[in-house]
């Protein structure tokens, strides 16, 4: 969520995709997590379509070296897929 915006193709699979909007659910634990890691609430906005471009392990690695631990069998599971993109963008 911090790197939105510039372009390094970031995303998740279909399963992790479904666990973030778990974890969005859990609001109280959500807009605290977001408060510390980001200063303020991340709004979030729902995407719809997913593109297969591979970039799924590259968020992996970029999240991981940002200080986060990675559950590597759950984002393997999706490597070979890609992150979801809105109609009519190419949020790659």
């Not at 510039?6 to 974890?23: E, Q």
């Not at 719809?48 to 392990?57: A, C, L, R, T």
Request: include cysteine.
């Amino acid at each position: 969520m911090e790197k939105h915006g510039r372009h390094l193709g970031l995303g998740c699979g279909p399963l992790i995709d479904i666990a973030v909007h778990g974890f969005i659910l859990d609001t109280v634990n959500y807009r605290e997590f977001c408060r510390r890691h980001f200063g303020g609430f991340l709004e979030h906005v729902p995407e719809i379509e997913f593109k297969y471009d591979g970039s799924v392990m590259k968020t992996a690695q970029i999240i991981e070296g940002s200080g986060f631990r990675i559950d590597w069998p759950l984002w393997e599971r999706d490597g070979a897929t890609c992150t979801p993109c809105y109609h009519g963008s190419d949020c790659h």
